[in-house]
Structures are given as structure tokens and as C-alpha cells.
């Protein structure tokens, strides 16, 4: 094992970088799609996002995960609300401004985790 080595770049399957990147793959242009994706061009994408990927973050649709954190609640109870699918920006603020019965109580939900799991790190501090 030498050092003279030259350094290879990393690189990640598209899907990856697309969760990293916090985008639909499939909502992605095709050339992002298909090929690897090395390090030094996601951290470039994330630097310097192109119109397409601001146009995506910004409008969507949005994988699960994003959906979740916009409506402040969890993944589970994204389907327990019977939301199995992608949503764009107007959809997750018109669920917003709606405010249905199923969306607080998520969001109480989620909460009380969050307060949950605050407490058990100060606890795990002070021991």
C-alpha cells in the first residue's frame, strides 16, 4: 500500500446523491440519472445548485422524507395519513393552510417525540 498513489474520486449511485441532495430521482434530468456521481460534483450541486435542482427544491415534488419535515411530522404518519406518494410545495401549503384534523395530530405526534428525545440527551449529558 503506497501513498504515491494517485487519489480516486468517490463516487455514489445517482439515488444516493438524489437522497443526499434531498430530491426525487425521478424528477431529476436524465443525465443526473443515469451515471454515478462523484463527491467533488455533489458537493458542486450543493454549493452551486443549478436552475434545475432550485427549481426541484423549491417546487418539487418532494421525496417522503422533505414532505415530512415541511409538515413537521414523521414518515409514519405521513402514511398513516394515507399519504404514500410525492407532493410538491403548493400541496404540502395548502395541507398547511387546511390545517386537518389528522395533520395536528401529527403534529402533536412528532412533538412530543421531539420533547422526548430532547430530555433523553440532557439526561445522557448529566450522566
Known sequence: MGTSKAKTSQTMKSATAAKKLEILLSAAPAEFQEGPVSRE?????????????ATLRREGPHPRQVVAARLRISISGLARAGITGTLTTAEIENLKAERPDWLERE????????????????????A
Open 41 to 53: 460534483e455533489l458537493n458542486a450541486l450543493q454549493a452551486d445548485p443549478p436552475s434545475w435542482l
Open 107 to 126: 403534529q402533536a405526534v412528532q412533538a412530543e417525540v421531539r420533547k422526548e428525545e430532547l430530555r433523553l440527551k440532557r439526561q445522557r449529558a448529566k
